[in-house]
């Protein structure tokens, strides 16, 4: 058998393919539209959507097309026609069709795709398929590589951490207890943070891409119960140092999805121009003092020493046409291991990064406490067990350093970027309360 050459379907807009050029492609029926005397498909694959039409008077073709419904796979030999009526500009005219799989009538309607309904979520495992959740694929694609890019080209060593673990980084409430082999007390991890802190004395500069995960009993729009977690830890940063990389990460990302991925960002009907302007370096940078008093002043009940939930943050960015780094919670706000700030013991040396658009937290991060006596003195003042805690409070005792780090959770990044309503379609396969299926 004679190997086929085929063409990518998106490669057939380039302007080097001529009029009347034979193609051969492969792909997905999308649409079907069946007249008299022609049939008008949109053929899809990975790349991009073609227009294919078939004449009843190409013999031994339409018995095949005939019955080709939506999502049949087959392979097409064609001769490439401009046409302006097609969507594109460009068709292809049918020579030889070959019905790898007539599908069966495909479940995913017009009407479930307009109600967004959870049934788009039962069926997800087709619904990525759409142009809607391609176009988000290929962004958080982009995304991924942008990370590893900046992490690298920076010198960092990109390391992994395990994902069972015995003791809670970002607090009990929201451990994933499992079954360990009878074991008690272990868990699924909420951050590699712990294990990123222990590399630093190795490698200096360390960052991984992970899941996390969290047993969130409320349902929202930005939170799973799984989701991929990009982390950062540092030997001898302080905290105005790992902002700065914060930052740098971030516009270094969206610059790298503008360049490249504008296609889909149209398709996504998101505004590009308002995405530049947002990555645009320094972010803004407020205190959580200047924070509250901007909240107070808008309505809110909040006192010093309250956390900001998904309404504060809301109403906080919209007073920022960037990113904004809060910076200073109270020690109370945030996990035991931030380190307090020696000028102001009540505050930790810590910051959030909150994105604009009212999408709120994206990062957390700061200084660790790198002191054995006062990291032992704060697991106790927070009510845990510094035996829980030995092999990390064990990295205070050699060489110790200042050091800071912080965690980006990608799958909002990707929510913010893309301009989505709810986290859930920032990810193939969304994790939350109710859902652990597909
Ligand atoms: O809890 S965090 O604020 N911080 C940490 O886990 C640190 N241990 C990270 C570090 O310093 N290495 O979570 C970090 C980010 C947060 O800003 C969110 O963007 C994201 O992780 N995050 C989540 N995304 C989706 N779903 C859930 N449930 C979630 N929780 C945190």
Same mark, same amino acid.
């Given at each position: 058998?004679?190997?086929?050459?085929?063409?990518?379907?998106?490669?057939?807009?380039?302007?080097?393919?001529?009029?009347?050029?034979?193609?051969?492609?492969?792909?997905?029926?999308?649409?079907?539209?069946?007249?008299?005397?022609?049939?008008?498909?949109?053929?899809?694959?990975?790349?991009?959507?073609?227009?294919?039409?078939?004449?009843?008077?190409?013999?031994?073709?339409?018995?095949?097309?005939?019955?080709?419904?939506?999502?049949?796979?087959?392979?097409?030999?064609?001769?490439?026609?401009?046409?302006?009526?097609?969507?594109?500009?460009?068709?292809?005219?049918?020579?030889?069709?070959?019905?790898?799989?007539?599908?069966?009538?495909?479940?995913?309607?017009?009407?479930?795709?307009?109600?967004?309904?959870?049934?788009?979520?039962?069926?997800?495992?087709?619904?990525?398929?759409?142009?809607?959740?391609?176009?988000?694929?290929?962004?958080?694609?982009?995304?991924?590589?942008?990370?590893?890019?900046?992490?690298?080209?920076?010198?960092?060593?990109?390391?992994?951490?395990?994902?069972?673990?015995?003791?809670?980084?970002?607090?009990?409430?929201?451990?994933?207890?499992?079954?360990?082999?009878?074991?008690?007390?272990?868990?699924?991890?909420?951050?590699?943070?712990?294990?990123?802190?222990?590399?630093?004395?190795?490698?200096?500069?360390?960052?991984?891409?992970?899941?996390?995960?969290?047993?969130?009993?409320?349902?929202?729009?930005?939170?799973?119960?799984?989701?991929?977690?990009?982390?950062?830890?540092?030997?001898?940063?302080?905290?105005?140092?790992?902002?700065?990389?914060?930052? *740098? /990460? +971030?516009?270094? &990302?969206?610059?790298?999805?503008? $360049?490249?991925?504008?296609? @889909?960002?149209?398709?996504?009907? !998101?505004?590009?121009?308002?995405?530049?302007?947002?990555?645009?370096?320094?972010?803004?940078?407020?205190?959580?003092?200047?924070?509250?008093?901007?909240?107070?002043?808008?309505?809110?009940?909040?006192?010093?020493?309250?956390?900001?939930?998904?309404?504060?943050?809301?109403?906080?960015?919209?007073?920022?046409?960037?990113?904004?780094?809060?910076?200073?919670?109270?020690?109370?706000?945030?996990?035991?291991?931030?380190?307090?700030?020696?000028?102001?013991?009540?505050?930790?040396?810590?910051?959030?990064?909150?994105?604009?658009?009212?999408?709120?937290?994206?990062?957390?991060?700061?200084?660790?406490?790198?002191?054995?006596? *006062? /990291? +032992?003195?704060? &697991?106790?003042?927070?009510?845990? $067990?510094?035996?829980?805690? @030995?092999?990390?409070?064990?990295? !205070?005792?050699?060489?110790?350093?200042?050091?800071?780090?912080?965690?980006?959770?990608?799958?909002?990044?990707?929510?913010?970027?893309?301009?989505?309503?709810?986290?859930?379609?920032?990810?193939?396969?969304?994790?939350?309360?109710?859902?652990?299926?597909?």
């Amino acid at each position: 058998m004679v190997a086929i050459e085929f063409t990518e379907i998106g490669k057939l807009f380039s302007s080097d393919v001529r009029d009347g050029t034979a193609v051969s492609i492969r792909g997905w029926v999308y649409r079907i539209r069946k007249l008299k005397d022609k049939v008008f498909f949109l053929l899809r694959d990975s790349s991009g959507v073609i227009q294919c039409v078939v004449d009843k008077n190409e013999e031994g073709i339409w018995e095949k097309v005939e019955p080709l419904t939506i999502e049949s796979s087959v392979t097409v030999k064609g001769v490439l026609k401009y046409d302006k009526r097609a969507p594109g500009g460009r068709e292809v005219h049918v020579k030889d069709i070959m019905v790898v799989h007539y599908a069966e009538p495909f479940p995913i309607t017009e009407d479930a795709v307009r109600s967004e309904s959870e049934y788009l979520l039962d069926v997800r495992h087709l619904w990525i398929r759409s142009s809607y959740m391609t176009s988000i694929l290929k962004i958080r694609h982009t995304v991924f590589e942008a990370i590893h890019e900046y992490f690298r080209k920076n010198g960092f060593y990109e390391v992994q951490a395990p994902m069972f673990i015995t003791a809670a980084v970002e607090g009990g409430a929201t451990l994933f207890q499992v079954d360990y082999f009878g074991r008690k007390g272990v868990y699924l991890t909420q951050s590699s943070q712990f294990y990123l802190e222990a590399l630093i004395y190795a490698l200096e500069k360390v960052y991984t891409i992970a899941p996390s995960f969290r047993a969130e009993k409320s349902r929202s729009r930005r939170h799973l119960s799984e989701f991929w977690h990009a982390e950062a830890e540092v030997a001898w940063y302080s905290l105005k140092d790992i902002l700065r990389i914060e930052e *740098e /990460l +971030v516009a270094y &990302i969206i610059k790298k999805v503008v $360049d490249e991925r504008e296609k @889909e960002l149209k398709t996504l009907g !998101r505004n590009v121009d308002i995405l530049i302007k947002e990555s645009e370096l320094p972010f803004y940078r407020i205190t959580y003092d200047e924070a509250l008093e901007i909240l107070k002043r808008k309505g809110f009940e909040v006192e010093w020493g309250d956390d900001f939930g998904a309404d504060e943050e809301r109403a906080l960015v919209s007073e920022f046409d960037k990113p904004v780094f809060v910076i200073g919670f109270p020690e109370a706000c945030k996990a035991f291991y931030h380190r307090n700030d020696p000028e102001r013991p009540e505050v930790t040396l810590s910051a959030d990064l909150l994105a604009p658009e009212g999408y709120g937290e994206i990062i957390g991060g700061g200084e660790r406490i790198y002191d054995k006596d *006062e /990291l +032992v003195k704060k &697991i106790k003042r927070f009510g845990l $067990d510094p035996k829980d805690y @030995e092999w990390y409070i064990d990295l !205070r005792r050699y060489g110790s350093v200042p050091h800071s780090g912080f965690g980006l959770g990608v799958d909002r990044l990707v929510m913010w970027i893309c301009g989505l309503k709810h986290i859930r379609d920032a990810i193939p396969f969304p994790r939350d309360i109710r859902r652990v299926y597909p």
